[in-house]
């Protein structure tokens, strides 16, 4: 049960979008079913990979605007799922997420910059587990008819946002690292 605890640290990606630019008109809306925020973290080194299966986006990202573009994402975290459910209701506990006290994530950019080729990266407030830290998200913006594909994937250190205390807190058993990746489909708001 507490040997898979490590998978609680890389729920902390989820919360990576937000942003804070507020000048763009165009406002986009999350296509949920076809979006996905996926972590990876490693308990005696073996991977293990865990999702949220609720959260939302409030965005008005533009790739030709993009100074101008701001996102807000809120992450459910009661609604985190691991490979077995002892794993699922280990990572809910205190000592990892606590989501009975700190049931939402969320990320809000403060800027967003290219980087050239369709790659961009996303400064912003991480707000995981009551403690709140800056952090830089890169990204790809592709367009596809009328929607807006957001994806990318960073780093995130889960003893930063309290995640895994006690005996959990040594990183030879649970890594410190967790991988975590999202996929992000936007579409006009009607």
């Given at each position: 049960?507490?040997?898979?605890?490590?998978?609680?640290?890389?729920?902390?990606?989820a919360?990576?979008?937000?942003?804070?630019?507020s000048e763009i008109?165009?406002?986009?809306e999350?296509a949920?079913?076809?979006?996905?925020?996926v972590f990876?973290g490693?308990?005696?080194?073996?991977?293990?990979q865990?999702?949220?299966?609720?959260?939302?986006?409030?965005?008005a990202?533009?790739p030709t605007?993009?100074e101008?573009?701001r996102?807000?994402?809120a992450i459910?975290?009661?609604s985190?799922?691991l490979p077995?459910?002892?794993f699922t209701t280990?990572?809910?506990?205190?000592r990892?997420?606590?989501t009975?006290?700190?049931?939402?994530?969320?990320f809000?950019?403060?800027?967003?910059?290219?980087l050239g080729?369709?790659?961009y990266e996303m400064?912003?407030?991480l707000?995981l587990?009551?403690?709140?830290?800056?952090i830089?998200?890169?990204?790809?913006?592709?367009?596809?008819g009328?929607?807006?594909?957001?994806?990318?994937q960073?780093e995130l250190?889960r003893l930063?946002?309290n995640v895994g205390?006690?005996?959990w807190?040594?990183?030879?058993t649970?890594a410190?690292?967790v991988q975590i990746r999202f996929?992000?489909?936007?579409q006009?708001?009607?």
């Open positions: 049960m507490m040997k898979h605890a490590w998978i609680i640290g890389l729920w902390m990606g919360g990576l979008f937000g942003a804070s630019a008109q165009t406002r986009q999350l949920l079913e076809q979006s996905e925020i990876t490693q308990q005696m080194g073996v991977p293990t865990g999702r949220f299966q609720k959260f939302d986006v409030d965005a990202i533009d605007a993009i101008t573009s996102a807000r994402i459910d975290m009661d985190v799922a077995a459910r002892d280990e990572i809910k506990r205190p990892w997420f606590d009975a006290n700190f049931p939402e994530t969320v809000e950019s403060t800027q967003f910059r290219a080729e369709d790659r400064t912003g407030t707000t587990k009551g403690v709140s830290r800056e830089a998200v890169p990204l790809t913006l592709a367009t596809e009328e929607d807006l594909l957001a994806e990318g960073f250190k930063d946002f205390d006690g005996i807190a040594d990183t030879d649970v410190n690292e996929k992000l489909r936007l006009p708001q009607p």
